[in-house]
């Protein structure tokens, strides 16, 4: 199998050339694909890494079961 050569950037893009852009194209495929959540920037400010944030929706199911 051949490999295409990389493509050069232009230093400036026609946006005629580009095609109409399509809003939400890939959301649903998004929605089906992730797991991903975004925290509200208070919340952030408290659990600011993964294992926190996970570490205690652990001790909150515990809680619920």
């Known amino acids: 199998m051949k490999k295409a050569k990389a493509a050069e950037m232009r230093s400036e893009y026609c946006r005629d050339e580009l095609g109409p852009g399509?809003?939400?194209k890939h959301?649903?495929?998004?929605?089906a694909g992730t797991n991903l959540v975004l925290l509200s920037?208070?919340?952030?400010?408290?659990?600011r890494t993964e294992d926190a944030v996970n570490d205690a929706l652990r001790s909150l199911a515990r809680v619920a079961r």
């Open 41 to 47: 920037p208070d919340v952030a400010e408290v659990f």
């Open 22 to 24: 399509v809003r939400g």
């Open 27 to 31: 959301l649903d495929a998004y929605k």
